[in-house]
């Protein structure tokens, strides 16, 4: 994947950066696929939590174990190879960067610059953005050809979501390293091209088309918002319907309430 990772070297180390909804998931993913996870937070609160979430929440290691997806001695040694932490040092120290700070641009941009400063030269930063366009961050960095989108689904351990985001600058070996990742962990990997205009990449631009046709028809009191989400349930067995993704989306599908 690097110049300096030799093959038989181990399995790459990763640094996920923001543990909230989805940075927990997906250090929670990553152990799982044998790696070891340092989950950077700078709100200690969420750095608490997190390590409860990940063992006994809805979609934590035990319920995996319960369901047989895991060994419990499997699921131990995943556990034991998530550190979460404030210490932003120990989480960039690794061979793979996955950024889950909140969908800001200016943040983020602030953060990729921050990160190719502080990072090993051979360290991929990637971004779990909704949407946003992955070259304004690799342009950020002296290192563009190591930035990529991965854009995971909510809640990571479920969803098969690998939306691998190809900027122009972003080289073949770093998308083909991603896609590896991705795979080993269970994920199914899409690569798309990056565009400097769109929000939204393919899923969240074809989701906003949705969205904005469920408001409208809200809106002209054509039907309610139950009503919507029960009729595209019935019609085309979703799991959800698109108001019940918009909460599961924001709390993580903490509940069983939402659709799903
Ligand atoms: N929730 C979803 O369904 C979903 C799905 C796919 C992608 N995303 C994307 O993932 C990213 C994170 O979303 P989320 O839902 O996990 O948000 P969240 O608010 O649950 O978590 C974000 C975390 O980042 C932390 N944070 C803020 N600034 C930080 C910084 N500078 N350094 C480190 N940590 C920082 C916050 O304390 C918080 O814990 C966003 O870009 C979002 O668009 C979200």
Redesign the pocket.
Known sequence: MSAEQQPGAGPETIGV???????SGIAQVMAIAGHPVVA????PE?VAAAPQLVAEGRFGIQGAVARGKLTAPEGEAALDRITFTTDRDAAEAVDVIIE????RLD?KID?FRELDERCPAHTILAS???GFPVQALAAATNRGDRVVGW????PPPVMRLAEIVRAPQTSEETIEAVCRLAAAAGKNPIVVNDSATSWGYITNRVYGAMMREANAAVAEGVATRAEVDQLMIDCFRWPSGPFGMVSG??T?WKSKTENS
């Not at 950077?40 to 709100?43: A, G, M, P, T, V």
Request: charged share 10%; glycine share 14%.
């Open positions: 950066i923001g543990s909230g909804v989805m940075g950077f937070d700078l709100d969420v889950a700070v909140p969908e943040l953060l779990n953005s909704s854009h995971w689904a909510s989306a924001t993580g």
